[in-house]
């Protein structure tokens, strides 16, 4: 039983902000590193962040420095802080490991320009 519940999302305006969250269960998140993934419309899913159980971070280019992750331990939660928002920005997005098997339902994304 898959249990990551991602949320957060919505549609904003192009140059906006949205905060999404993901709420894991202990066995998914304790101890993993954790990454926020991303699929555009007609496109393949994508890693765009991810966060080491250390709390290193790397970013793919397409979101650097604008995009932040983030992690809670004692809630077993990540988050992603988005920032200045572009229309290629749109998509699902997902929480999971950096080695992911099953999905939770994701969080819409919709920038408007």
């Known amino acids: 039983q898959v249990q990551l519940v991602e949320s957060g999302g919505g549609l904003v305006q192009a140059g906006g902000s949205l905060r999404l969250s993901c709420a894991a269960s202990?066995?998914?998140?304790?101890?993993?590193?954790m990454a926020w993934y991303r699929q555009a419309p007609g496109k393949q899913r994508e890693r765009i962040a991810h966060i080491t159980s250390g709390g290193i971070t790397w970013y793919a280019l397409s979101v650097k420095g604008r995009f932040t992750i983030s992690r809670d331990n004692a809630k077993n939660t990540v988050f992603l802080q988005m920032n200045s928002l572009k229309s290629e920005d749109t998509g699902v997005y997902y929480c999971?490991?950096?080695?992911?098997?099953?999905w939770g339902q994701g969080t819409q994304v919709t920038v408007s320009s």
């Open positions: 202990g066995s998914i998140f304790s101890g993993n590193h």
């Open positions: 999971n490991t950096v080695n992911p098997n099953l």
